[in-house]
């Protein structure tokens, strides 16, 4: 989940903020490979809403995925930020490990949400430009 007024900064998404908005050294766990589904917090807000909406329709002991359904590396994620936020801040990639255990692939099977009439309104361009916005001014 990402999107404006993160707070923990050791985080990946606010920390990459901040770290190209003050210009700093960026250094992230592994080469950035790992593939991840990013979704922008309005439509976990969302997700949420029509979870509660339609909850009757739903079994009581069902999983619900929420996501985009679509999933990018990790790398590809840190230069899209990099990029719209127009910084000269130094990438590092895999200075050090993944964490033990860290998952490789992680992707949302969104079709129960999808057939609850929810659909994400936010890509990854949209998503990434709203934050930096809000963020940077």
Same mark, same amino acid.
């Given at each position: ?16 903020? !901040? ?5 700093? !050294?960026f ?5 950035g490979?790992?593939?991840? %589904?990013?979704?922008?917090? %309005? ?10 909406? !339609?909850?009757?329709?739903? %079994?009581s ?47 949302? %099977? ?10 994400? !309104?936010?890509?990854?361009e ?12």
């Amino acid at each position: 989940i990402y999107g404006p007024g993160q707070l923990n900064f050791t985080a990946l998404i606010p920390g990459l903020i !901040k770290t190209c908005i003050f210009k700093k !050294k960026f250094i992230m766990r592994g080469n950035g490979k790992s593939v991840r %589904d990013f979704i922008y917090i %309005d439509d976990v807000v969302s997700a949420y809403e029509t979870i509660l909406e !339609k909850n009757n329709k739903l %079994d009581s002991s069902v999983n619900i995925e929420v996501g985009s359904g679509d999933a990018i590396s990790v790398r590809n994620f840190v230069k899209t930020v990099h990029q719209f936020a127009q910084s000269s801040t130094q990438l590092n990639f895999g200075v050090l490990p993944l964490r033990q255990g860290e998952p490789v692939h992680t992707q949302a %099977d969104i079709s129960l949400m999808l057939s609850l009439g929810w659909t994400p !309104k936010f890509d990854l361009e949209t998503g990434i430009r709203t934050t930096l916005e809000t963020e940077i001014g």
